[in-house]
């Protein structure tokens, strides 16, 4: 069971982990353990989400999310393979905890008077500037 907060919480039957082969650095060792993780997890299929936070995660621009709405998390930050089990896990859990805040709804607001007035007096005092440059009468020589 993967624990999100105290109300959501991930069976582990919806996780599907996959030990690879890790890239890198390790030696001979690297050859020879499949230390790396992939955990993928349905998004879409999954019971433990409510439809609130399922909407939230599949509309999140994330390019570990596929198309079929599947977070694949690859883990191979660690030499052992219950560590980089662990960090994966972990990681799935922040991007699901980062889907949990829901959005502040934007309220639409219009400039006060005050604030129309000061833009177009400095509109103004920009212009006279610009519109008394060539006025000077300096002739360059």
Same mark, same amino acid.
Request: aromatic share 2%; glycine share 6%; hydrophobic share 40%.
């Given at each position: 069971?993967?624990a999100?907060?105290?109300r959501?919480?991930? %069976?582990?039957?919806?996780?599907v ?5 890790? @890239?890198g650095?390790g030696?001979?060792n690297?050859?020879?353990?499949? +230390?790396a993780v992939?955990?993928?997890?349905d998004?879409?299929r999954?019971? +433990?989400?409510d439809?609130?936070?399922r ?7 994330d390019?570990?999310?596929s %198309?079929?709405?599947?977070i694949?998390?690859? *883990? ?5 393979? #219950? ?11 922040? =991007?699901? /905890? *980062?889907?949990?805040?829901v959005?502040?709804?934007?309220l639409?607001t219009?400039? @006060?008077?005050?604030?129309?007035q /000061?833009?177009l007096?400095?509109?103004? +005092?920009?212009? @006279? =500037?610009?519109r008394?440059r #060539?006025?000077?009468?300096?002739? #360059?020589e």
């Amino acid at each position: 069971m993967l624990a999100i907060d105290d109300r959501v919480q991930i %069976a582990d039957e919806e996780l599907v982990e996959r030990f690879v082969r890790a @890239t890198g650095a390790g030696g001979q060792n690297v050859n020879k353990v499949s +230390s790396a993780v992939e955990l993928r997890f349905d998004i879409a299929r999954s019971a +433990s989400l409510d439809e609130a936070l399922r909407a939230r995660l599949l509309a999140r621009r994330d390019r570990r999310i596929s %198309a079929d709405g599947v977070i694949v998390i690859q *883990a191979q930050r660690f030499r052992d393979q #219950g560590k980089n089990r662990l960090d994966a896990r972990e990681r799935l859990a922040a =991007i699901i /905890r *980062a889907a949990l805040i829901v959005p502040k709804a934007r309220l639409a607001t219009r400039p @006060t008077r005050a604030a129309k007035q /000061r833009r177009l007096e400095a509109k103004k +005092s920009r212009a @006279t =500037i610009k519109r008394n440059r #060539g006025r000077s009468g300096w002739s #360059g020589e």
